[in-house]
């Protein structure tokens, strides 16, 4: 599979767009930086969205994705996520008054948006990919996702704490090819990485010695404010295989 690197970051400044990984052209893991990043012709081609919980670095493209490209052609947008964000996104984005509830525009028949609940850990398809939601240990209900084609397997752990069961079913993974998690925070504000529930590049260490296949390991979710210190902190841990994403690159697993 190819993965495109929309947006890496956990925060917004110029050139630092927030996490979004096109999978093959069409489907987006996460939607903090689609409509920033792909053109109109692009954005018509994404069909499917797997989201791994409601914050808005994560979420906060959807609506103008979906507003973009409302009348294009046989535009419609699928998006997978457990029941909790599911019912988020209902409750808190598309309400009708942050943005028009659009699963049920145009119609209720042929609408232009389709939710869909999916169970932790049970495989599901999507355009020839095998994907699983795991949950993660995050400050709001999240899942990071498994992807898997005939050829490897993905990771994506999403914005977590120190986990266990993520790392686990990782584990278990037959040709698992890389493994893609964060690091939003530098040690010294690790007390702020313990209470909203992310990781410094100690504690990814910790976490890496979670990990038994040696596959790369690509980090996201640094906050712009301090990325500096995190990738000279991430460098001292001499870990040859992690290295930072790069916004607007494509990786292939
Ligand atoms: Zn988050």
Sequence with gaps: MRIKVLGCYGGNIPGHGMTAFLVNDTLSLDAGWVSGALSLKEQVKVKDILIS??????????PFLIDNNFSAPGFALRIYAIPEVIASMKNHLFNNH????FTCLPNDLTPVLKLVEVEPEKPFEINGLRVRAVHVS???PTTGFILEDKKGALAFSSDTGPTERFWEVVNEVKN?????????????????ARISGH????????????????????LYGGKPKHLAAIKKQVGALKRRN??????????KV
């Design 242 to 251: 992690v290295s930072f994403l790069v916004q607007g690159r494509t990786y």
């Design 138 to 140: 995050h400050i709001v």
């Design 199 to 218: 990781l410094t590049p100690q504690a990814l260490d910790h976490e890496l010695g979670k990990l038994r296949a040696n596959v790369p390991v690509y």
């Design 98 to 101: 942050t943005w028009p509830d």
């Design 176 to 192: 698992l090819k890389a493994v893609i998690t964060e690091t939003s925070f530098p040690n010294e504000l690790q007390d702020l």
């Design 53 to 62: 919980h409601s914050h808005l670095d994560h979420t906060c493209t959807l």
